[in-house]
C-alpha cells in the first residue's frame, strides 16, 4: 500500500507549516523526509497517521482517501524519537497493545507478539518492563509494537535520534534489515541526519520551510541537484557564485568550462561542485588538469582516507577531498585545485543550507 500526499496543507493558528505538499511513496517504498528542524517533516508524518488535520488537500492510504479517517482505522504502525513505552507494562503486553485496542484473539495476539519480538531481536526481553532496557532496546520494542499489527504503512519519526552513534549505525543496518523482510511494507522516515537517510532511502524528499525542494533517489539528489539548498543538504558541496557566459563561467575572475546548456549567457547562477571530485595540482594524471582555482589552505582536516582542504579563492572557501596525499600542504601555502567540467553542475542562484 502506498501513500499519496495531494496538495496537503498544514497550518497552526494560521501560520503555514506544511504548504501544498504533493508527494507520492510507492507500495514497499523506502521515503525519507529529510530537511532541518521546523522544515515539516513530522507534520507530514502525522497528517498521514491522522494526529493533524489538513486545512486542504487529502491523504491517501492505498488510494484511499483517508482524510477524514480517524488514526486508529488507517491501519498504520508508528515509531517516535522517545519510544513512548507504557512504563508499567511488561515488553509483551507493550507490544500487546495495538492488538488489544483492535480486538484481536488471545491466541492470535500471542503469535503476532511472539512473531515481533523475533524479528526485532527482542524475544528474550518479552518479561522484562521498559525500565530493564537500554535505550536501543527500547527502540526495538517500539518497533515490535509497531509491527505487531501488521501494518502496510509505517511511519518512524527520528527513531534513532535519541541513541548514541554507535547504537544508531546498528539499528540503522535492523531497520534496512527489516525493509528486506517486509518488501511489502511502505515505510516514511523523517530524519535531519542525511547519513540516515541516505542509507536507508529508496528515495529521499527534501523539505525546507514547509515545502518540498526536491525528490530523488540518493544518488539522483546527490549527483544531478536541481537547487542549491538540496546540494548543501544531501551530501556537502562547494556552491560558489557564477556568471554565466558560452560554454563556462566566471568565478572570481576566472572562466571556469562547464556545461551551461538551458541557462542565459549573463545569467548569475551557483556552481554546485562536490569536494571529492575537486583535485590539487600537480595531480597524478599526466599534464595539468582543466578549470584550475589557486587560493590559500586555511584549513586541513585528516579524514582517514583523504584529507580535506579548506581553500580561501577571492574571499569564497573551496572544500577539496584529496585521497592519498603524502606531502600535504599546509595551513597558508598557496595552492591550485581543479575539477572537471563534468563534475560541475550549474544551479539557479539561490538559498543554501549553512
Ligand atoms: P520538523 O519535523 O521538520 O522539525 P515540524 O513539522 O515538527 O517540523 O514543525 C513545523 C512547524 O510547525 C514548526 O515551526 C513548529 O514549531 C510548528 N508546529 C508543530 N506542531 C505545532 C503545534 N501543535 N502547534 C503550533 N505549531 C506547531
Given at each position: 500500500?502506498?501513500?499519496?500526499?495531494?496538495?496537503?496543507?498544514?497550518?497552526?493558528?494560521?501560520?503555514?507549516?506544511?504548504?501544498?505538499?504533493?508527494?507520492?511513496?510507492?507500495?514497499?517504498?523506502v521515503m525519507a523526509l529529510l530537511?532541518?528542524?521546523?522544515?515539516?517533516?513530522?507534520?507530514?508524518?502525522?497528517?498521514?497517521?491522522?494526529?493533524?488535520?489538513?486545512?486542504?488537500?487529502?491523504?491517501?492510504?492505498?488510494?484511499?482517501?483517508?482524510?477524514?479517517?480517524?488514526?486508529?482505522?488507517?491501519?498504520?504502525?508508528?515509531?517516535?524519537?522517545?519510544?513512548?513505552?507504557?512504563?508499567?507494562?511488561?515488553?509483551?503486553?507493550?507490544?500487546?497493545?495495538?492488538?488489544?485496542?483492535?480486538?484481536?484473539?488471545?491466541?492470535?495476539?500471542?503469535?503476532?507478539?511472539?512473531?515481533?519480538?523475533?524479528?526485532?531481536?527482542?524475544?528474550?526481553?518479552?518479561?522484562?518492563?521498559?525500565?530493564?532496557?537500554?535505550?536501543?532496546?527500547?527502540?526495538?520494542?517500539?518497533?515490535?509494537?509497531?509491527?505487531?499489527?501488521?501494518?502496510?504503512?509505517?511511519?518512524?519519526?527520528?527513531?534513532?535520534?535519541?541513541?548514541?552513534?554507535?547504537?544508531?549505525?546498528?539499528?540503522?543496518?535492523?531497520?534496512?534489515?527489516?525493509?528486506?523482510?517486509?518488501?511489502?511494507?511502505?515505510?516514511?522516515y523523517?530524519t535531519?541526519?542525511?547519513?540516515?537517510a541516505?542509507?536507508l532511502a529508496?528515495?529521499i524528499a527534501?523539505?525546507?520551510?514547509?515545502?518540498?525542494?526536491?525528490?530523488?533517489?540518493?544518488?539522483?539528489?546527490?549527483?544531478?541537484?536541481?537547487?542549491?539548498?538540496?546540494?548543501?543538504?544531501?551530501?556537502?558541496?562547494?556552491?560558489?557564485?557564477?556568471?554565466?557566459?558560452?560554454?563556462?563561467?566566471?568565478?572570481?575572475?576566472?572562466?571556469?568550462?562547464?556545461?551551461?546548456?538551458?541557462?542565459?549567457?549573463?545569467?548569475?547562477?551557483?556552481?554546485?561542485?562536490?569536494?571529492?571530485?575537486?583535485?590539487?595540482?600537480?595531480?597524478?594524471?599526466?599534464?595539468?588538469?582543466?578549470?584550475?582555482?589557486?587560493?590559500?589552505?586555511?584549513?586541513?582536516?585528516?579524514?582517514?582516507?583523504?584529507?580535506?582542504?579548506?581553500?580561501?579563492?577571492?574571499?569564497?572557501?573551496?572544500?577539496?577531498?584529496?585521497?592519498?596525499?603524502?606531502?600535504?600542504?599546509?595551513?597558508?601555502?598557496?595552492?591550485?585545485?581543479?575539477?572537471?567540467?563534468?563534475?560541475?553542475?550549474?544551479?539557479?542562484?539561490?538559498?543554501?543550507?549553512?
Amino acid at each position: 500500500m502506498g501513500i499519496r500526499f495531494d496538495s496537503v496543507t498544514v497550518a497552526y493558528d494560521g501560520n503555514v507549516v506544511l504548504d501544498a505538499l504533493d508527494l507520492t511513496v510507492e507500495p514497499g517504498e523506502v521515503m525519507a523526509l529529510l530537511g532541518p528542524s521546523g522544515s515539516g517533516k513530522t507534520t507530514a508524518l502525522r497528517a498521514v497517521a491522522g494526529f493533524v488535520r489538513p486545512v486542504a488537500g487529502r491523504v491517501l492510504l492505498g488510494g484511499r482517501d483517508v482524510t477524514d479517517l480517524p488514526p486508529y482505522r488507517r491501519g498504520i504502525g508508528m515509531v517516535v524519537q522517545q519510544y513512548a513505552l507504557f512504563p508499567h507494562m511488561r515488553v509483551d503486553e507493550n507490544v500487546a497493545f495495538g492488538l488489544r485496542a483492535r480486538r484481536v484473539s488471545k491466541g492470535e495476539t500471542r503469535q503476532r507478539v511472539a512473531e515481533a519480538l523475533e524479528m526485532t531481536g527482542m524475544a528474550a526481553y518479552a518479561r522484562r518492563h521498559p525500565r530493564e532496557l537500554s535505550g536501543g532496546q527500547q527502540q526495538r520494542v517500539a518497533i515490535a509494537r509497531a509491527l505487531a499489527i501488521r501494518p502496510d504503512v509505517l511511519l518512524l519519526d527520528e527513531p534513532l535520534s535519541a541513541l548514541d552513534a554507535q547504537l544508531r549505525s546498528g539499528m540503522l543496518a535492523e531497520l534496512a534489515r527489516l525493509h528486506r523482510e517486509l518488501p511489502d511494507v511502505c515505510m516514511l522516515y523523517v530524519t535531519h541526519d542525511q547519513v540516515e537517510a541516505l542509507t536507508l532511502a529508496d528515495r529521499i524528499a527534501v523539505m525546507d520551510k514547509a515545502r518540498l525542494q526536491a525528490c530523488g533517489t540518493p544518488r539522483e539528489l546527490y549527483r544531478a541537484p536541481t537547487d542549491a539548498f538540496t546540494a548543501s543538504f544531501v551530501g556537502g558541496a562547494n556552491l560558489v557564485p557564477v556568471t554565466v557566459g558560452s560554454g563556462g563561467v566566471s568565478f572570481a575572475g576566472t572562466e571556469l568550462k562547464v556545461d551551461t546548456r538551458g541557462v542565459v549567457a549573463g545569467a548569475r547562477a551557483t556552481l554546485c561542485v562536490r569536494p571529492h571530485v575537486v583535485g590539487l595540482e600537480p595531480g597524478p594524471e599526466q599534464g595539468p588538469g582543466v578549470n584550475q582555482l589557486t587560493g590559500v589552505v586555511r584549513e586541513i582536516q585528516w579524514r582517514g582516507a583523504t584529507h580535506r582542504l579548506y581553500v580561501e579563492v577571492d574571499g569564497h572557501t573551496v572544500m577539496a577531498d584529496v585521497r592519498e596525499l603524502r606531502d600535504p600542504p599546509v595551513h597558508g601555502d598557496s595552492v591550485t585545485l581543479h575539477f572537471a567540467p563534468e563534475d560541475a553542475v550549474l544551479l539557479p542562484a539561490g538559498v543554501t543550507h549553512e
